[in-house]
């Protein structure tokens, strides 16, 4: 413990100056805070005000984004090379905060959710969460974040699928998500811990991971790959992925299956870019395999599966 003293300062500094970095999540945690106790205090009665302040707030988190624009002329790690900070991930996080924006005021036209006997100020606390995951997805730089924040935003889907509760199809929806997730996020966890046994690092961004990888068994970090895109491939719905899906959309409300078919998707599309940026940079050495080629196939197989697997389909 004596051992963490010398250190123990700048690693506060650090923390401290990061959060100037960090302030547009600093932002949705208070949200997620504040719609909380709005709804504590007010009941089932304050569905119209969880929304209002969820919305408000949301536009606020956006303007924090806009902010962070002209700051961004490089690439900015933060938070102990946990996060990072760049002008597409900021893209991202704008897109993640304009499209939800529109998913929370679509709950309530609804008609089902809006009968609901739990009303709706759950819903909108639930998906702040979930919207707080999506942003650190779009920044994770490091194994171990990009790890808790798909988690994070697994658990608020989870919870928004079987927000219904007295509805048969949406318990069905949710256990099935509940258990392929569980499976996909230990597969992704192994793969996790094969990449940090080869390497002893877990950041994507500091050289030791890809140097690590170029020097070890061709074979083995082939498979650990694999393996942690699993995590990933599962909020993108790639084949063999995607069995969830049909039965996640169908069961869920419709404005949950249209967030969880949009703004999740867009977050997991920044955590890809994210993971292989270093990866495709020319200076790596990388032979293992070609990941340009290895995501082609499994774009191009996704698209004919799912389109050969709809036509066979009779409920809309």
Request: hydrophobic fraction near 55%; charged fraction near 10%.
């Amino acid at each position: 413990m004596q051992g963490l003293y010398p250190s123990l300062h700048d690693q506060l500094n650090q923390v401290f100056n990061s959060l100037s970095l960090f302030m547009p999540e600093v932002y949705l945690s208070a949200l997620f805070v504040l719609v909380l106790v709005t709804d504590l205090l007010f009941g089932k009665r304050s569905g119209w005000l969880c929304r209002t302040i969820a919305v408000a707030g949301l536009v606020v988190v956006l303007f924090k984004d806009l902010e962070q624009a002209p700051m961004l002329d490089n690439a900015v790690l933060f938070f102990n090379n946990m996060l990072i900070l760049h002008k597409p991930g900021l893209k991202f996080k704008i897109l993640i905060d304009m499209v939800s924006i529109l998913m929370l005021l679509y709950f309530e036209w609804d008609a089902d959710l809006r009968s609901h006997s739990k009303k709706l100020s759950d819903l909108y606390t639930i998906t702040i969460a979930a919207i707080l995951g999506l942003h650190l997805m779009s920044m994770a730089a490091n194994l171990l974040s990009i790890y808790l924040s798909v988690e994070m935003v697994s658990i608020a889907s989870y919870l928004m699928v079987v927000y219904r509760t007295e509805r048969k199809w949406s318990s069905e929806a949710g256990l099935k998500y509940v258990l392929f997730g569980a499976a996909c996020s230990a597969i992704m966890l192994f793969g996790i811990s094969l990449l940090y046994g080869l390497t002893g690092s877990l950041d994507l961004y500091t050289g030791a991971l890809t140097s690590g990888l170029a020097h070890a068994n061709t074979l083995t970090t082939a498979l650990a790959l694999i393996l942690f895109l699993v995590g990933i491939g599962f909020k993108l719905s790639f084949v063999p992925l995607h069995f969830w899906v049909p039965d996640v959309y169908e069961g869920a409300p419709t404005p949950i299956s249209a967030f969880l078919s949009t703004v999740p998707k867009i977050a997991a599309f920044a955590l890809l870019v994210n993971f292989l940026s270093p990866f495709i940079d020319p200076s790596v050495q990388w032979k293992a395999f070609d990941f340009q080629l290895l995501l082609a196939v499994i774009g191009i197989v996704t698209m004919i599966a799912g389109n050969f697997a709809a036509t066979l389909q009779n409920n809309l």
